[in-house]
C-alpha cells in the first residue's frame, strides 16, 4: 500500500544504534515546537514538546534540543528498536496561535 | 479512555458525488482540524473550529465545508468529489491552551475514481 515515508528523507539505522532526526524551522516567532511519529497506516502520535525557554528536553529513549539561533530541533532516539520505524515530523507554532505548521517528515528505518 | 475516531477507514466513491467522512473526539477539546496528507506534500491544513458554530478555513480548503454543532464531531463533507481530493484524510483535535497539541484520529483513506 501507499507510504507516507516515500519521497521523504530517510534515515536507516540498525537495531541498537542512536538516531538523531532533524528539522529546520522558519518562524522566529515560534515559542512551542513538537514532535510526531507517525506508523504506516495511522495518524501522527505525540512523542515529546519543547518550549522555546528550553534548550533540551528529555522523555523516555528520545531528547529534543533546540537551537534558536540557527533555528534548529533535532530529535534523538537513545537505543533505536525496530518499533521505533516510522515517519517523524516536527511542528511549530507562534504564540497565540492554535495551529502548528508542520514539517514535511523524516523517514526513519530500523534494521534488525 | 478518551480518543478520537474517524468513519470510515477506506471510501471509494465516484467523481461528482457528496461524500462525508465523519470525525468525533471525546476529549472535550475545543479545538478541531482536518488535514489531508498527500505524498511530497506532508499535512495541509483544510478546515479547523474552535468550538461550536466557529468554522474556519485553512490553507487548502476549496471543495470541502464542515460544521460543528456539538463539541464532539466534526464532519468533513466533499461537496463534489474530485480525483484531485484522493488522499488520506486526517481529524485532530486539540484543547485551548499554550500547548495545544493535537491529537489524531487513524485517517480516512479516500479514492475518488
Known amino acids: 500500500g501507499e507510504s507516507v515515508g516515500l519521497h521523504l528523507p530517510t534515515l536507516s539505522v540498525q537495531e541498537g544504534d542512536n538516531s538523531i532526526i532533524n528539522c529546520a524551522y522558519s518562524?522566529?516567532?515560534?515559542?512551542?515546537f513538537i514532535w510526531y511519529k507517525q506508523e504506516s497506516g495511522k495518524g501522527p502520535q505525540f512523542i515529546i514538546d519543547?518550549?522555546?525557554?528550553?534548550d533540551k528536553r528529555q522523555g523516555q529513549r528520545v531528547t529534543v534540543l533546540l537551537n534558536k539561533t540557527v533555528k534548529h530541533l533535532s530529535l534523538q532516539i537513545a537505543a533505536t528498536q525496530p518499533g521505533d520505524s516510522a515517519v517523524y515530523f516536527c511542528?511549530?507554532?507562534?504564540?497565540?496561535?492554535?495551529?502548528?505548521?508542520f514539517g514535511r517528515g523524516t523517514s526513519l528505518i530500523v534494521h534488525p | 479512555d478518551a480518543e478520537i475516531t474517524q468513519s470510515p477507514r477506506h471510501k471509494i466513491t465516484e467523481t461528482g458525488r457528496q461524500v462525508t467522512l465523519a470525525c468525533h473526539q471525546t476529549?472535550?477539546?475545543?479545538?478541531m482540524f482536518w488535514y489531508r496528507q498527500d505524498l511530497g506534500h506532508g499535512l495541509r491544513l483544510i478546515h479547523y473550529?474552535?468550538?461550536?458554530?466557529?468554522?474556519n478555513k485553512g490553507e487548502v480548503s476549496d471543495g470541502y465545508s464542515v460544521s460543528r454543532s456539538n463539541t464532539e464531531d466534526l464532519p468533513l463533507t466533499l461537496e463534489s468529489a474530485a480525483s484531485s481530493q484522493t488522499s488520506v484524510y486526517f481529524c485532530?483535535?486539540?484543547?485551548?491552551?499554550?500547548?495545544?497539541?493535537?491529537?489524531f484520529g487513524a485517517g480516512t483513506r479516500l479514492s475518488v475514481l
Open positions: 485532530a483535535s486539540s484543547e485551548a491552551g499554550s500547548k495545544n497539541i493535537q491529537y
Open positions: 518562524n522566529s516567532a515560534s515559542d512551542y
Open positions: 519543547i518550549r522555546s525557554n528550553m
Open positions: 511542528a511549530e507554532k507562534a504564540g497565540g496561535s492554535y495551529i502548528p505548521t
Open positions: 476529549w472535550n477539546h475545543n479545538n
Open positions: 473550529s474552535y468550538g461550536v458554530q466557529d468554522t
